[in-house]
């Protein structure tokens, strides 16, 4: 969310493969491990004009699974979602289309 803020942009829709979170976001649920995360995704979520959090399996999530991925294996550099954006963004966003 925050990379999405930084780009200015005033509209988006946010995909997660954690059916958990999303529920938790919504207030569907309460779950005491992650409700910090919750409250900073929410203080995020006002900063849109519309900010959409939808489920989606991990299929269709390839982008945030690499970006997982590399974050994980200390291969993302911190400033990867500042522009200039990155030359393997563009290729992991078509695998999604």
């Known amino acids: 969310m925050s990379m999405t ?21 919504w207030g569907e649920k309460e779950i005491g491990e992650i409700k ?3 409250k900073d ?3 995020l979520k006002a900063s849109f004009e519309y900010c ?3 489920w989606i399996g ?13 974050a994980a294996s200390r ?3 911190s400033n990867w979602c500042l ?3 990155p030359l393997w963004l563009p ?7």
């Open 5 to 25: 803020s930084n780009l200015g942009m005033k509209v988006a829709v946010f995909e997660s493969d954690c059916l958990d979170l999303v529920q938790s976001c």
């Open 36 to 38: 910090l995360l919750i």
């Open 83 to 85: 522009r200039p954006l």
């Open 58 to 70: 991990r299929k269709g999530n390839a982008l945030a699974h690499k970006v997982a991925q590399l």
């Open 52 to 54: 959409g959090i939808t």
């Open 91 to 97: 290729f992991w966003l078509m695998i999604e289309v």
């Open 41 to 43: 995704i929410l203080s």
């Open 75 to 77: 291969l993302l550099p």
